[in-house]
């Protein structure tokens, strides 16, 4: 259903190999932000032979539905310094609420998530394909930094490379794969299969915990959707992640709620300047989007932002 005149805020980036081992984020120019309307918008920098976009965000008339996708950029071999690896994309939707009831009801349901991932490589590359989504959704009463509820949902698959030489199964597996939150399962392939497909296996739906609201309060709803695709590989190596199906527009993500009226939005936390970044992985692009609340999950972003500066600019 509609929920009022939303606040919209999405960006994206590429990834490029640095010099001096990590990556390079070149941000676009496309850090746009509204109220209410319509936001409908893909960035294509470069094109695979398919026509898909490399990374796409999408929000229907009052945030229904909305999604984001990425998917890898390069396909050369072992990349040099400045060349793209990858990308990512967020939507960030903040509404606020009057409550009028008290059982009234706040819901988000997620109706398409994937990650696709393509590393038949038999060179033994560690981690050269990394794709991932997180959803995060605070609530708060007047000040961003300090949320009365907060949910981190968030999946990542990790290429490992073939080990043994093929053809036939990778063994050990060629993935990782960490659900942690999100109902997802392989729906092609495998994690013992140079290339695998894994989808939700049914809609998702998560509550927000919203008992504790006195009748006639008001409160903002801040839901961030972030999707991430790099490989470092590049040769027979690639990846996507997605909250929407592109074939089907009614996918993605909407909202429901009872028991409660949408309001014009209160100010917003001021967005921190943005200084240019030398990163050494997507994650900490997460922290400094959730720099301007409380970040809570402080702990989950350490060990993302960890795992990501071990990531390899080339083959092993």
Not at 1 to 18: C, D, L, Q, V
Not at 31 to 48: C, D, K, L, M, R
């Amino acid at each position: 259903m509609e929920i009022g005149s939303p606040h919209y805020e999405y960006e994206f980036h590429t990834f490029k190999a640095s010099g001096g081992g990590g990556w390079a984020t070149t941000p676009s120019d496309l850090y746009p932000a509204q109220n209410g309307g319509v936001v409908s918008f893909e960035e294509e920098i470069e094109q695979f032979t398919d026509n898909v976009p490399d990374r796409e965000v999408f929000a229907g008339l009052g945030a229904l539905p909305f999604g984001v996708a990425v998917t890898t950029l390069s396909t050369l071999p072992d990349p040099p310094s400045g060349t793209p690896v990858g990308t990512d994309g967020s939507l960030e939707i903040s509404q606020s609420f009057r409550k009028d009831r008290a059982d009234a009801s706040l819901s988000f349901t997620i109706t398409e998530a994937k990650l696709v991932g393509l590393d038949s490589s038999p060179a033994g590359d560690i981690l050269s394909v990394d794709v991932g989504l997180l959803v995060e959704v605070e609530a708060y009463f007047v000040d961003p930094f300090n949320p009365f509820t907060s949910l981190l949902l968030e999946a990542t698959l990790n290429g490992l490379g073939r080990a043994n030489p093929g053809p036939g199964l990778c063994s050990p597996p060629c993935w990782a794969l960490d659900t942690d939150g999100l109902p997802l399962a392989v729906s092609v392939g495998g994690l013992d299969q140079g290339y695998v497909e894994i989808g939700l296996t049914a809609p998702l739906t998560r509550q927000v915990e919203i008992s504790d609201v006195p009748v006639g309060a008001e409160f903002t709803l801040v839901y961030y959707a972030y999707a991430w695709a790099v490989d470092t590989a590049q040769v027979d190596t690639g990846g996507s992640a997605r909250f929407r199906d592109p074939l089907n527009p009614d996918s993605g993500t909407y909202f429901e709620f009872s028991g409660l009226t949408p309001t014009d939005n209160p100010v917003l936390a001021p967005e921190p300047g943005r200084p240019a970044l030398l990163l050494a992985g997507a994650a900490i692009l997460l922290a400094l989007r959730s720099a301007r609340r409380r970040r809570p999950h402080e702990p989950l972003l350490a060990r993302r932002l960890a795992h990501l500066r071990s990531f390899p600019i080339t083959r092993a």
